[in-house]
């Protein structure tokens, strides 16, 4: 079926980028499988995430519908154009009707893309990852795609303004090799697996980012196990 929607607005996101001259370092795009279902599986620092993790699949010209929750499509703008894109809304008090949707989405050959954080993670590290998306790629015999982001929380993150303004902000992209998700074996043994491949590339991109903070005030950004002054896990959860 014709994408009407979903091609423009990545146009549209690569025109923005360009304007704000975001430097993308993206790497192992190869592992995005051409054709059949595959779940995307990413980190999340930053409200702009599902944006750059569907970039990953366009050299494979691949398109990647996102599980978001549902207020997203109840926005006047954003709403009607997650709709056109195929992104599929999450009700947490009616999740089964999203799985099912998302199940189906990857029988037909569609790649469905998930934060298994569920929310943006404000520390920067990684939180433990729900099962959601391992169960899904047992269910629908599709393999996970590891997927990881880092610079994006410069750009827009939860607690921080807005920066898309001509700053030159970095953001480096790495996505890891297929893992299988056999009937076989626990749901949660999969998810650890896939936590600890995110976290091989999180590190992998983090040691490739090219900037460092300009100064203290700057290092808001950059987690406290790497010298920055981001809250660390603990702290996040003693605040909320």
Known sequence: MA???????????HGLFRALDIRIDMKGTENI?????????????????????????????????FMAKESVFRHKVSGP??????????????????YQHALDSLRSGEIIGVFPEATISQSFTLKSFKSGAARMAQEAGVPLIPVALWGTQRLWTKGRPKNLKRSH??????????IEAPTDQYAGAITRRLRERVQ?????????????PRSPED?????AHL??????AAQVREAG
């Open 81 to 98: 154009l997650m709709r056109a894109m195929k992104h599929i809304p999450v009700d947490r008090q009616q999740g089964e009707t999203a």
């Open 3 to 13: 994408e009407f929607v979903y091609p423009p607005v990545i146009g549209a996101a």
């Open 219 to 223: 290092s808001w950004w950059l987690p």
């Open 169 to 178: 902000i970095p953001v480096t992209l790495r996505v890891g090799e297929p």
């Open 227 to 232: 010298g920055g002054t981001a809250p660390t």
């Open 33 to 65: 499988p051409r054709k059949g279902g595959a779940v995307l599986v990413s980190n999340h620092i930053g409200y702009l995430d599902f944006i750059f993790a569907g970039l990953t699949a366009r050299p494979q010209r691949r398109l990647v519908r």
């Open 200 to 212: 091989e590339l999180l590190d992998a991109a983090q040691r490739a980012y090219p900037e460092k």
